[in-house]
């Protein structure tokens, strides 16, 4: 988990330089929360990868890191691309009902696509030019279906790309799954 405060932390840069100069190890990768830890990281010289938050929901931390990592030559891998179950048809608790809306736009969305919920989801993160790694997680065999549909359909048409750009909620609570437990104790 990257921090700016490590980039300062004298004892964190001699054990990186220690894991740098170590020839198997092919790659470095630091995980973010949020577009200043993620600019910090790619910024940093450190890594080679870096981990971030991305959805179609929430957009922002690609949309501030913009052509940086590319032109650092660092690579962006995506996580929360489901954005907890939301995006693969998760029943909405109270406190995430607002989200129903964006949700069944984006469900039109891949109906349109010929694809599944998940998978439209799935394949947005594919499509996105700054995204080298989607990470998906799954606990189950058929959590594996989306992911390979996603996988096996074609890049998303123009349209489809700016309708799935439209429902960026800006970086909202709402969609950022650290703020939950408060806007739950908030809906009570």
């Given at each position: 988990n990257w921090t700016r405060g490590l980039a300062e932390d004298a004892t964190f840069r001699s054990s990186w330089d220690a894991v740098r100069a170590e020839p198997r190890v092919r790659a470095r990768?630091?995980?973010?929360?949020?577009?200043d830890d993620a600019r910090t990281a790619v910024e940093?010289?450190?890594?080679?990868?870096?981990?971030?938050e991305w959805n179609v929901l929430n957009q922002t931390v690609l949309d501030a890191l913009g052509e940086l990592p590319r032109r650092l030559g660092v690579r962006i891998a995506v996580r929360s691309v489901?954005?907890?179950?939301?995006?693969?048809g998760r029943p909405l608790p109270a406190h995430l009902a607002k989200l129903g809306a964006a949700?069944?736009?984006?469900t039109r969305v891949a109906g349109?696509?010929?694809?599944?919920?998940?998978?439209?989801?799935?394949?947005?993160?594919?499509?996105?030019?700054?995204?080298s790694h989607v990470l998906v997680g799954a606990d189950a065999e058929e959590q594996l279906?989306?992911?390979?549909?996603?996988?096996?359909?074609a890049e998303l048409g123009t349209t489809a790309r700016a309708a799935c750009r439209e429902l960026d909620q800006?970086?909202?609570?709402l969609v950022d799954p650290r703020a939950w437990p408060a806007l739950e104790a908030q809906s009570r």
């Amino acid at each position: 988990n990257w921090t700016r405060g490590l980039a300062e932390d004298a004892t964190f840069r001699s054990s990186w330089d220690a894991v740098r100069a170590e020839p198997r190890v092919r790659a470095r990768g630091a995980t973010t929360y949020g577009a200043d830890d993620a600019r910090t990281a790619v910024e940093s010289g450190l890594f080679d990868v870096v981990q971030v938050e991305w959805n179609v929901l929430n957009q922002t931390v690609l949309d501030a890191l913009g052509e940086l990592p590319r032109r650092l030559g660092v690579r962006i891998a995506v996580r929360s691309v489901l954005l907890q179950g939301v995006l693969a048809g998760r029943p909405l608790p109270a406190h995430l009902a607002k989200l129903g809306a964006a949700r069944a736009r984006l469900t039109r969305v891949a109906g349109e696509c010929g694809l599944s919920l998940p998978a439209l989801a799935i394949r947005a993160a594919l499509d996105h030019p700054c995204v080298s790694h989607v990470l998906v997680g799954a606990d189950a065999e058929e959590q594996l279906g989306p992911v390979i549909e996603a996988a096996g359909a074609a890049e998303l048409g123009t349209t489809a790309r700016a309708a799935c750009r439209e429902l960026d909620q800006r970086g909202a609570q709402l969609v950022d799954p650290r703020a939950w437990p408060a806007l739950e104790a908030q809906s009570r």
